[in-house]
C-alpha cells in the first residue's frame, strides 16, 4: 500500500468533518495587540510524531521575544507561537512506540522551530515528551517544560552539580529561576538566589539558602567562592558573576548571543563560561516528571488565561515582574 494511504489509513480517521482548530496566530511582529485568534487548519502527526489535544500551554520570556523582536530565530510571521503544552495524545504517526492515544503527556515542543503550543492541537516528536506526571493537573504541567528543562540542561547535564558545590541563580523567583532553585537543592547545593527584596521570602519557601537584593546589594561582592552561576540577564551581568567563581567555575549564560566572548573573558580568570540553548529532551522530561511526582519540584503559577485571552497574559509577561510561569487554558 502506498505511504499516503498508510498515513491516511492509521492517522486520519481521528479526525471529524471539522477538521479546523482554535489558534493564536499573528500576522505581524509587535505587541500583545498582533496576537489574534483564528481558525486553522488542524495538524496531522508524521512519522515519529503525536498529536496532542493541548489542555494547557504555558508561556516563556521568548514567547514574547519572539512576538515582538525581528531577527531572532523564526521567519516572518505568520506563526503560532508556544512551546510547551501538556494534553492528551489523540493520535500516533507511524512508528511510535512510546504513547497510546488516550495517554496524558506534557512536554517542549523542539526548540525554537517547533512552535505551535497556543492552539488547541498541535504535533511534535514522541520523544520531546514524557508521561504527565499524576501528581499534577496539566495547567502545572504545562508551566514545566521550557523553563525546567533549561535549567536541567544547565545544572545537570552542563554543570554536572552535585552535593555541597554552591550555585549562584540569577532571577531566582522567574520561570527558570524558581526550578533551578528547586532542583539544585534537590540534588544536594548551596544556593545563592538575586531577586527583589518582596520576592526573598517565596526564595526562602524554594530552600535558597542565600538570599540578595541585586538592587541594594553587589551581587559581586556578597558571593564568593561559586562554583555554578546560571544566569538568564544580560552579558554585563555575567561578567560581573564571573568575578564571583573559584578557580575552575563554571558561568552558564542563557543568552544564546551577545556582544561579549564570555568565554575568553573567563579564561582570563581562570574559570569557564558558556552559553546554553535549551532543547527537546525525553530523558530530562521524564526526570523532570520524577521530581514533580515526588513534590520536589513545585512550579509556581503566576496567573492563568483563556487561549482567547493570549494578549493580556502577554502584555503582563512583558512587564517582567511575574513570579513564576503563566499559563494559558486551552480545552
Request: proline share 6%; no cysteine; net charge negative.
Amino acid at each position: 500500500m502506498p505511504f499516503s494511504r498508510l498515513l491516511a489509513a492509521g492517522i486520519v480517521e481521528y479526525m471529524s468533518e471539522d477538521k479546523t482548530m482554535r489558534a493564536i496566530n499573528q500576522h505581524v511582529l509587535g505587541g500583545p495587540e498582533v496576537l489574534i485568534e483564528a481558525q486553522l487548519p488542524r495538524p496531522v502527526p508524521g512519522p515519529g510524531e503525536i498529536l496532542v489535544r493541548v489542555r494547557a500551554a504555558g508561556l516563556n520570556p521568548t514567547d514574547w521575544r519572539h512576538r515582538a523582536v525581528p531577527g531572532l530565530f523564526l521567519a516572518e510571521p505568520p506563526f503560532v507561537l508556544g512551546w510547551d503544552v501538556s494534553g492528551d495524545v489523540v493520535a500516533t504517526g507511524i512508528g511510535v512506540t512510546l504513547f497510546a492515544p488516550g495517554d496524558e503527556v506534557f512536554g517542549m515542543l523542539p526548540y525554537p522551530y517547533g512552535h505551535g503550543a497556543l492552539a488547541e492541537y498541535t504535533t511534535g516528536p514522541a520523544r520531546a515528551f514524557a508521561r504527565k506526571p499524576a501528581a499534577l493537573d496539566h495547567i502545572r504541567a504545562a508551566a514545566i517544560p521550557l523553563a525546567a528543562l533549561t535549567a536541567w540542561q544547565a545544572l545537570v547535564d552542563t554543570a554536572g552539580l552535585t552535593a555541597g558545590q554552591r550555585v549562584l541563580i540569577h532571577a531566582a523567583a522567574g520561570g527558570v529561576g524558581h526550578f533551578a532553585v528547586q532542583i539544585a537543592k534537590a540534588r544536594g547545593a548551596y544556593v545563592i538566589g538575586t531577586a527583589s527584596a518582596a520576592n526573598h521570602e517565596f526564595l526562602r519557601t524554594l530552600g535558597v539558602d542565600e538570599a540578595i537584593d541585586y538592587r541594594t546589594t553587589d551581587f559581586a561582592a556578597a558571593a564568593r567562592a561559586v562554583d555554578v552561576v546560571l544566569d538568564s540577564i544580560d552579558d554585563e551581568n555575567s561578567l560581573r558573576s564571573l568575578h564571583t567563581l573559584r578557580p575552575g567555575g563554571l558561568l552558564i549564560s542563557l543568552r544564546a548571543f551577545g556582544p561579549t566572548d564570555l568565554a575568553a573573558e573567563a579564561d582570563k580568570l581562570g574559570v569557564r563560561a558558556v552559553r546554553m540553548l535549551v532543547e527537546d529532551d525525553h530523558a530530562g522530561m521524564s526526570a523532570l516528571a520524577q521530581l514533580a511526582e515526588t513534590g520536589a519540584l513545585r512550579p509556581t503559577i503566576a496567573g492563568t488565561f483563556p487561549l482567547a485571552d493570549a494578549a493580556e497574559a502577554h502584555a503582563l509577561g512583558d512587564t517582567g515582574r511575574t513570579v513564576g510561569k503563566l499559563v494559558l487554558t486551552v480545552s
